[in-house]
């Protein structure tokens, strides 16, 4: 029998898109980055645990992280895991 | 005071203000832009602090932590670990960030504090964090990171007094990295630093309101539109070109009359004879020719400078991405190809905030393609001659000229297209990652010093190298001096007629005469030396009135024939002339800078080898093939 927490992690896990998946206009807490590219998206702010909100989708896709505009690939964004919020 | 000079240097993500910030401590004049990387070496000056204690500071290129890829960001990374071999560790480090982004600013601000150096942080950009509407409290700031925090404006010259108080001796400790503790691998470290960094702008540096649209965004949804932006982004590429031809017009009149004026003084106040023609036809004649065209350099870099500094340069770069990578290129290849319109040093330095080092090397390789600002003056000689009407700016010229541009770009594109496909993928691929900045009010003084230093160069170009050329050809056409007196005879005669004659073979399939041969080679040195070059090998007399060098020298072309009459200077041989230019890789300081910065000899000859030959071949087509239709 799974306990409520097992279910809340499998639930939660269940929710994870990638910030390429996530809706324009959606707000999208970043869980974990998973790819070759994990450290340059960090340093470039698309940290664990930040807030990025998508503006635009496309070959290339807009959004703002921690009040900055960044435009990135769809690849880069692929590899950024991730709820959308709202 | 001791005798000894501390060192300081500017450290930061790129596009936060360090050279505006450089330029305000020494008052020197270096480029600032609005976008990533304009700074790609480090540049160093020196400033007192205000109790009289001299210190030297560095620039350091931006980077976004101690191990970026791209050759600018590892300058900045040698030299802030003491790797540097030239260049010692700085005795205090002034970390500049962006306070209207300091969530992803403080990363690197906490990888150097474990560092260990002593460290202030300056705290940038503040207005447009208050702006933005961010609560920013730099004393808690200060006490969360153990360092020094300096809230202050570089543009505006506010909070410089406390910055440079801040540097005084004795320096401050260096920082413990509270959030770091023993044993922790490298993930656990960067998730410390997150959390550390989310704990601190929570009661540092509180934002209003996700959904707040600032003026950027509302901007941006226009000019990064699908259909809208492409439209502007076309618009105002068309529009820096016209500007640039028609604003230029009148300030060239007036250095021309002035040439004429300072031509008749000399002559006039001189007894006739060879040392009044050398300085009335090869010094005032032969620098003139090229000086007039300096008020289209000074528009060209105000116009750029203007879309640098406002942010609208890393909009285009985004815009252009889908484009660039047709030809296996990125957005971030737009801005070095772009400067590379007003000259390809620049240009080609720019390539250095590529990732891709093979990306990078192709785009060093085809910039010179993108017409510079050195190409204007024969352009502008030679396009006027070819619709056979005066000079001016009619529509048909623009036309021809903007064709000109867009024939060495879609040739850059395509090399640049095999060229990347011979040179195989990326042991790792890069992916299109840019900031785009919010738009600035443009830094007026910083545009107006970069364009001062650039006429500079152009006005010292034409002081020496041009100067040294134009008496060398006055000279071999002046001697040994022949009975006749009759000009043409005495041109034949002289060293330079030999030459022209002896060049000939390899220029008649171009369709010119060794003359044209003669002034195409002392152009491969600087190539606007060809106008005065041709002024002299045609030995295009002083005007009378306020008739102009140019118009003078395309009538003696129009005029000029082969010995069996037919005219010399017909279409064909124009297009031919002209796609030489376009093609020719004749700029000595570019081989040199392309030299430095692949790190070879090898690929700077190759790539001049390459462009003459390319440029011989494809006059030599459009010459064989231009003559048979007419």
């Known amino acids: 029998m799974p306990t409520p927490q097992t279910i809340a992690q499998t639930l939660q896990q269940d929710s994870l898109i990638s910030l390429e998946q996530a809706k324009v206009g959606c707000e999208f807490h970043i869980r974990f980055l998973n790819g070759p590219a994990c450290e340059r998206l960090r340093q470039m702010g698309f940290c664990e645990s930040m807030r990025v909100k998508k503006i635009t989708d496309g070959r290339n896709m807009l959004c703002t992280v921690c009040g900055t505009k960044m435009a990135l690939s769809r690849e880069l964004a692929h590899q950024i895991i991730g709820q959308a919020t709202a | ?630």
Request: with cysteine; charged share 15%.
């Open chain 2, 1 to 630: 005071m001791s005798d000894t000079m501390d060192t300081v240097a500017l450290a930061g993500n790129p596009n936060v203000g360090k050279t505006t910030l450089f330029n305000a401590l020494t008052g020197g004049n270096q480029k600032v832009g609005n976008y990533s990387g304009v700074t790609i070496e480090k540049k160093s000056g020196q400033f007192f602090t205000p109790h009289g204690r001299k210190v030297r500071v560095l620039d350091l290129p931006g980077c976004y932590g101690l191990g970026g890829e791209s050759p600018d960001q590892q300058i900045a990374t040698r030299i802030l670990m003491g790797r540097d071999a030239e260049e010692p560790v700085p005795e205090l480090i002034v970390n500049v960030v962006d306070a209207s982004a300091l969530e992803r600013h403080l990363m690197l601000t906490l990888e150097l504090i474990e560092l260990g150096h002593p460290m202030v942080l300056a705290l940038n950009m503040i207005d447009i964090a208050e702006r933005n509407g961010i609560r920013l409290d730099p004393a808690l700031l200060a006490e969360q990171l153990g360092i020094a925090v300096v809230p202050l404006q570089a543009n505006g010259g506010k909070g410089l007094i406390e910055l440079k108080q801040s540097l005084r001796r004795p320096l401050p400790h260096a920082a413990s990295a509270v959030w770091l503790q023993a044993g922790m691998s490298e993930e656990e470290k960067h998730l410390a630093r997150v959390k550390y960094i989310q704990d601190t702008c929570a009661i540092a540096a509180r934002r209003p309101d996700a959904a707040q649209v600032a003026m950027s965004d509302r901007i941006d949804q226009v000019l990064l539109h699908p259909f809208f932006g492409w439209l502007i982004l076309l618009v105002t590429m068309f529009v820096l070109f016209w500007t640039i031809f028609r604003f230029s017009e009148t300030p060239m009149g007036w250095l021309e009359a002035g040439q004429e004026w300072l031509q008749a003084k000399v002559s006039t106040s001189m007894a006739a004879g060879d040392l009044n023609d050398l300085l009335t036809q090869g010094i005032i004649g032969g620098v003139g020719s090229v000086l007039v065209f300096l008020p289209q350099i000074v528009m060209l870099f105000f116009l750029i400078g203007l879309l640098e500094s406002s942010g609208y340069m890393a909009r285009a770069a985004f815009l252009m991405d889908g484009f660039m990578s047709r030809v296996g290129l990125s957005g971030k290849a737009f801005l070095p190809l772009l400067s590379s319109y007003a000259c390809a040093i620049p240009g080609i330095m720019a390539t250095r905030t590529i990732d891709s080092a093979k990306e990078r090397l192709v785009t060093i390789f085809v910039a010179p393609w993108m017409s510079c600002s050195a190409r204007l003056p024969v352009y502008l000689l030679l396009v006027p001659l070819l619709l056979h009407e005066p000079e001016g700016g009619s529509t048909r010229q623009a036309l021809v000229m903007t064709a000109l541009y867009a024939v060495g770009t879609l040739t850059a594109f395509l090399v640049a297209k095999v060229l990347r496909k011979k040179l195989g993928p990326d042991p790792q691929k890069h992916h299109f990652m840019i900031e785009l900045p919010p738009y600035h009010k443009p830094q007026w003084s910083y545009i107006f010093r970069h364009i001062t230093d650039r006429a500079w160069a152009f006005v010292k170009n034409a002081g020496t190298i041009i100067l040294a050329i134009s008496i060398i050809l006055w000279a071999l056409q002046t001697y040994p001096k022949s009975t006749s007196s009759d000009p043409a005879e005495q041109l034949a005669h002289s060293a330079m007629g030999r030459i022209s004659q002896s060049i000939e073979p390899l220029f008649r399939p171009l369709g010119h005469d060794g003359k044209t041969g003669a002034a195409i080679l002392t152009s491969f040195a600087a190539r606007e030396v060809f106008v005065s070059s041709m002024a002299i090998v045609h030995h295009v007399e002083e005007a009378e009135e306020e008739s102009q060098t140019r118009s003078s020298l395309r009538e003696n072309l129009q005029r000029s024939t082969w010995p069996d009459g037919r005219p010399m200077f017909t279409t064909a041989s124009l297009i031919s002339l002209l796609l030489f230019y376009i093609y020719a890789l004749q700029c000595l300081p570019t081989s040199a800078v392309v030299a430095r910065e692949t790190g070879s000899w090898k690929w700077a000859v190759g790539q001049f080898l390459f462009m003459t030959v390319f440029a011989w071949v494809a006059s030599v087509v459009a010459y064989q093939i231009g003559s048979h239709f007419s």
